[in-house]
């Protein structure tokens, strides 16, 4: 499947990365590979890319994609296992790491993967197909009140409670299977007056998608895992799409300037507070207006980027 849409703040992150031509740099979040072409561009034959992503599919994809290149190791992984991964490659550091997290555009066009809520599909969101958890286990297994919580806690969506409740009233009857079903009964829990802003199934989406693959839990440790495999001068770039994934990777950054997280009333540091580097932009980098009219999905995006002392 080809690349259809331009990566998110392409030129801000390749910009941001500082690419050397002989360096060896890491995409954390492959998918259809649309920043790590532009990377690989910049790199000469003695430079390294390597792509990671937990979708197989995707993989498959980014391998078309990138076949001019030759200087590119595909790892089938997660970027939360990043520190595991270059310990097999026998690479202790590298110049660059890019993290592009959430949903790929590759994965919303493949809608039978079940991510997008337009059209009829089974209600999948797996990033790896591997794992066991689906959607359709998360909608028909977990309680109102855990459901709820994710709706409104991920999905940041308002008629969190009404959601939960009619999810669990049509599952009595019926189990739940396709994206069409969950989008009709989110349809019918949302009043009119708040379907002005987009898809009224957007939000919940997001949060059923970001359950399924645990993709905040781990967050924060995995931003601290990369700054430790970055070689002096080395710069970290993620781009975030959910103030939650935003908080944790801004809270990680600041804690490796070696800032005191320590309560005040403590007479002496305990936190072992270590300084790693610099942030690089105090205020996360968003997309300029022309982007963000010609792809939707940037209009959420914040980049943050960080230097290794």
């Known amino acids: 499947m080809e ?8 030129t801000e ?54 076949a001019e290149f030759k200087n590119v190791k595909y790892i089938y992984g997660n970027h939360d296992d990043i520190d595991y991964i270059l310990e097999q490659l026998e690479i202790e550091k590298v110049d660059g790491i890019l993290l592009d997290l959430g949903v790929s555009s590759y994965q919303l066009d493949e809608r039978n993967r079940g991510f997008s809520y337009l059209g009829e599909n ?41 959601i939960a409740k009619n999810v669990c009233i049509y599952r009595k009857n019926k ?9 009709d009964i989110i349809d019918k829990s949302i009043p009119g007056f708040a379907k002005k802003d987009g898809h009224p199934a957007k939000r919940t989406f997001q949060a059923i998608r970001i359950e399924v693959n645990n993709e905040i839990k781990p967050l924060q440790d995995t931003v601290k895992k990369c700054i430790n495999k970055l070689k002096s001068g080395g710069r970290l770039c993620i781009i975030t799409f959910h103030s939650l994934e935003d908080r944790a990777v801004k809270n990680a950054y600041i804690e490796a300037t070696g800032k005191c997280t320590c309560p005040n009333d403590l007479p002496y540091c305990v936190c072992g507070a270590k300084k790693l580097g610099k942030i690089i932009n ?17 209009r959420s995006a914040k980049l943050r980027i960080f230097e290794k002392e």
Not at 3 to 10: A, D, N, S, T, Y
Not at 175 to 183: R, S
């Open 3 to 10: 690349f259809k849409h331009k990566p998110v703040m392409l």
């Open 13 to 66: 992150c390749i910009e941001g990365l500082k690419i050397k031509k002989d360096g060896i740099y890491v995409d954390g979040t492959l998918g259809g590979a649309g920043h790590s072409k532009e990377i690989l561009k910049k790199l000469e034959n003695t430079g390294l890319l390597i792509g990671i992503d937990r979708d197989k599919e995707a993989l498959e994809s980014a391998k078309h994609n990138l």
């Open 122 to 162: 089974d209600l999948d969101m797996r990033m790896d197909k591997n794992q066991i958890l689906t959607a359709k286990d998360v909608l028909n297994n977990y309680e109102e009140n855990n459901l709820a919580n994710i709706i409104y806690e991920y999905g940041e969506e308002k008629f969190s409670r009404q």
């Open 175 to 183: 189990k739940i299977e396709t994206t069409k079903e969950l989008v």
């Open 282 to 298: 105090k205020k996360p980098i968003i997309a300029s207006d022309e982007e963000q009219q010609e792809n939707s999905r940037s």
